[in-house]
């Protein structure tokens, strides 16, 4: 489809989100307001944080999408979600905050030349990071 208003040309960044449909605009809204970025690679797994952390987790499958994101969209930086009311990780602010430390040191070990930022997504739409 030939639209004239779409934009092809911007400026990438990954992101390693829960597939929970009510953070997904909150998560793209706020990342492309608060930093210089047009579009957003969405990578997604039930949990995010909870799955990067669990060491029986197949990390693989998730890394080769990231790696084309980084290599195909020239991607900088790399967004880790965890939110409110997770029904894959259902723990509190006090358990997803320290999961979103260990997951960005795991995919910082993973995508050294990328700077990792981690949110946190309230329902209400509020995002802190
Ligand atoms: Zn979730």
């Given at each position: 489809m030939d639209n004239e208003n779409t934009k092809l040309n911007g400026k990438f960044a990954a992101c390693l989100n829960?597939?929970?449909?009510?953070?997904q605009l909150p998560v793209i809204n706020w990342i492309t307001s608060t930093y210089n970025i047009d579009f957003i690679d969405m990578i997604t797994e039930p949990g995010m944080d909870g799955f990067l952390v669990?060491?029986?987790?197949?990390l693989k499958p998730l890394l080769d999408k990231l790696n084309i994101a980084i290599k195909v969209?020239?991607?900088e930086e790399i967004f880790i979600v965890a939110h409110e009311d997770?029904?894959?990780?259902?723990?509190?602010f006090k358990t997803h905050a320290p999961n979103l430390k260990i997951a960005s040191e795991k995919i910082k070990d993973v995508a050294s030349k990328c700077k990792v930022i981690c949110i946190y997504v309230y329902l209400n739409g509020n995002v802190i990071n």
């Open positions: 829960c597939i929970d449909g009510r953070v669990d060491s029986e987790s197949e969209h020239d991607c997770c029904a894959a990780n259902p723990v509190d």
